[in-house]
Structure formats: structure tokens, C-alpha cells
């Protein structure tokens, strides 16, 4: 079993949840509430620049020339490449980039980031990596079940954007390097480090569960 095959088979549980989300579900079938969708849109905006941090704090952290470059391309894939996605749909709710910086991030948000923020400051590579890989992974879960069970998902006037960006190849293959990334770097740990990475990968599902209901009840 690969490094990452055991941290997705110690949260098996967790990701089960994510498909039965009624969030997620109202995404699938195209009912979710637009208010509800918008307040998303504004918390994930948030919590994107905060992630890109992570990453920036992995480039300064780099042992390793490859590690440093993926990092780094993340910054900009992020900035320019996920958020684009959100900046479509703020563009379609009308709501400004300014007015979204303006909004407060709520406590779940708030939680999760800094969690990860505190995994990039304080420990290695490896770490690093596995606190984001449950982000960047079970988007691509997500999006990719929701296609299995509604095949013209991605077709959806509203929701299909954000269907297709995540069931597309390229993100695909972005995640694909991050998982070899992961198992590279952590290919020698003991039981005890490897552990410690389920311990951060699984916190990380965790939180993003708490981020679909989060976004459900349009927490404060
Ligand atoms: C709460 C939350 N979790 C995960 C993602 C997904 N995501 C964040 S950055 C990125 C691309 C590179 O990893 C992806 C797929 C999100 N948007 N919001």
C-alpha cells in the first residue's frame, strides 16, 4: 500500500460523508439554493488565499528543488487558475473581490486554515504536503461521484462550471504529481511518522466536512 493509499483508507469514512452532503447533493441534481452557493463562493475565496499561503510557507521551507517548483506553480495555479472559478461566479452573483476580502471568514473556515497554517510553520515537507492533499483530493472525489451519478452535472447552466473545473484532466494531473509528491517524500518514514501524517490528513477531511456544513447553514 502506497503512502497515500493508507492516509485514504484511515479517512474512508470521513469521504463517505462528502457525496451524502445534501450541499454536495444540491450541487449533483442542480438544487441547491443560490444564497447558500454565494455564501460559499464568498467563504471559499477566503479560505483560497489562506491556502495559497500554505504553499508559499512549503516554498520557503523546501529541502528539495522539485518540492520548492510544485509549490510554487501551486501559488499561481491557484491565484490564477482555481480562483478563476470563483471569480466567474462572483462576477455572476454580483459580488466584487473587494466586497468578499471584506467578509469575515466564519469560525469553521477560520479553524481550518489555521490549522494548516500551523502545519507549514512548524513542520516538514511531507507534512505540509499531506495537509493539503485531503483539499485537493476530495474536490476531484466529489466532482468526479457527482458525474458517476449525474452525468449531465457538468452541463448544469449554474453549477455545471463548478462541476467541470474539478472533473477536469489537468486538475486530474495536478493531483496526480501532489500523490507521487507525498510518497516521495514520505517513502522512508517509520509507523510512527506515518502516523502523524494520518493524523494531519485526517484532521484536514475533517475540517472539510465541517466546511460543507459550514456552508450549509451559512454559518456566522
Ligand atoms: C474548502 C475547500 N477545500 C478544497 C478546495 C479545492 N481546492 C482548493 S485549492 C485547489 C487546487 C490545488 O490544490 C483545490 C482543488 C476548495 N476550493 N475549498
Avoid at 488565499?49 to 508559499?56: G, H, S
Avoid at 520557503?60 to 480562483?83: P, Q, V, W, Y
Avoid at 466564519?106 to 499531506?130: F, P
Amino acid at each position: 500500500m502506497t503512502v497515500t493509499e493508507r492516509l485514504l483508507k484511515d479517512t474512508e469514512s470521513i469521504w463517505a460523508e462528502y457525496h451524502q452532503h445534501p450541499f454536495v447533493q444540491g450541487i449533483a441534481d442542480g438544487t441547491l439554493d443560490k444564497e447558500k452557493f454565494k455564501y460559499y463562493m464568498i467563504q471559499d475565496y477566503l479560505y483560497l488565499l489562506d491556502y495559497t499561503k500554505v504553499f508559499a510557507i512549503g516554498v520557503a521551507k523546501a529541502k528539495d528543488m522539485e518540492f520548492m517548483k510544485r509549490f510554487a506553480n501551486s501559488t499561481h495555479a491557484i491565484l490564477d487558475g482555481e480562483m478563476d472559478i470563483h471569480r466567474s461566479y462572483m462576477a455572476r452573483l454580483g459580488i466584487t473581490p473587494e466586497e468578499a476580502e471584506h467578509t469575515k471568514q466564519a469560525l469553521d473556515n477560520l479553524s481550518y486554515t489555521s490549522y494548516m497554517l500551523r502545519v507549514a510553520y512548524e513542520e516538514g515537507q511531507a507534512e505540509v504536503a499531506a495537509s493539503i492533499l485531503s483539499c485537493a483530493l476530495s474536490y476531484e472525489a466529489i466532482a468526479r461521484q457527482i458525474v458517476a451519478e449525474h452525468p449531465e452535472a457538468d452541463k448544469h447552466p449554474f453549477y455545471g462550471e463548478w462541476v467541470s473545473g474539478y472533473v477536469s484532466d489537468s486538475y486530474h494531473e495536478e493531483n496526480e504529481s501532489l500523490v507521487v509528491l507525498v510518497d516521495r517524500l514520505a517513502a522512508d518514514y517509520n509507523e510512527a511518522q506515518l502516523a502523524h501524517l494520518s493524523e494531519i490528513f485526517t484532521a484536514c477531511s475533517r475540517y472539510e466536512k465541517a466546511f460543507w456544513d459550514m456552508a450549509w447553514e451559512m454559518r456566522k
